[in-house]
């Protein structure tokens, strides 16, 4: 496969090292390359296609190595997945034949595929919900509860966020065009709360007031910003789905236009430029 940032040739000796590519550009797929015995784990319906030696089986919750307790192991891995917005199954691809094989997923919505290899972020990786997408298998789904009352309720994500563990590749989806940032101890970034894709541990994420009462009723922005403060590393995305599908459903709905979604005076404005 070709080197580009988009892509990964395995290191040898190091077992879930699996090689993969990117492609695309507003809808991509990540293709990946398994050797004999290997296997990836994706979300249900992310297949697009596979080498014939590639045996698909469908399992209970997250497909992990560490998923033990027999049936109410498999039950407790299920649930959580069904709590963070996905679904009760995991599909895992395995390449039973020999030489190379590849098997291809691609994310439902327009953005970007983020390639991550857990093992050098720490082993944990916090996300939107439904970011989830592939893996190499023994990577764990989990839930990451907010601690903070108003952050769950007013933090675009609410309560309730995926929990990536392990030590291997992960593949997550975001909106849009994605942003990397490396935040020092005690550096802070205010982010529009739908477009926080993912964190590492280490940042701690609150809200803070986006400002006066003009701003909170006329600014389009919502009442709050996300707060995260470093150290760690934080992946933004420009386009969140939910922002996405609001402006398709006004479009459908004949209101049309480019409004705030924070705005508690949108609908005013609508009836005001005769929208």
Not at 3 to 9: N, Y
Not at 66 to 73: E, T
Request: with cysteine.
């Amino acid at each position: 496969m070709p080197t580009s940032p988009w892509s990964h040739q395995r290191s040898a000796g190091v077992a879930d090292d699996i090689d993969f590519e990117i492609k695309g550009e507003e809808l991509q797929f990540v293709e990946i390359e398994l050797d004999p015995g290997e296997s990836a784990v994706a979300e249900a319906g992310a297949f697009v296609w596979k080498d014939a030696s590639v045996q698909m089986t469908t399992v209970f919750g997250d497909g992990s190595a560490d998923q033990g307790g027999g049936v109410m192991g498999k039950l407790l891995g299920a649930g959580k997945r069904l709590v963070t917005g996905e679904s009760l199954f995991t599909t895992v691809f395995t390449h039973h034949g020999q030489g190379k094989a590849r098997v291809a997923f691609a994310s439902p919505t327009p953005g970007s595929i983020l390639p991550l290899n857990l093992g050098q972020l720490g082993g944990t990786l916090i996300c939107q919900k439904d970011s989830f997408l592939a893996a190499a298998r023994g990577v764990s789904i989990g839930i990451h509860f907010q601690k903070r009352v108003m952050t769950g309720l007013f933090g675009g994500e609410g309560f309730i966020m995926q929990r990536l563990e392990g030590d291997g590749w992960v593949f997550v989806q975001m909106g849009g065009a994605l942003v990397e940032r490396e935040l020092k101890p005690g550096e802070e970034l205010h982010i529009d709360t739908g477009c926080v894709a993912a964190y590492t541990p280490g940042i701690d994420f609150d809200l803070v007031m986006a400002g006066g009462v003009k701003n909170v009723l006329f600014g389009g922005e919502g009442m709050f910003f996300a707060r995260l403060r470093g150290p760690g590393k934080v992946w933004i995305q420009s386009l969140p789905f939910a922002r996405l599908a609001g402006r398709m459903l006004q479009a459908a709905n004949g209101q049309g236009g480019n409004r705030g979604e924070g705005s508690v005076l949108g609908g005013i404005g609508r009836m005001i430029d005769g929208n």
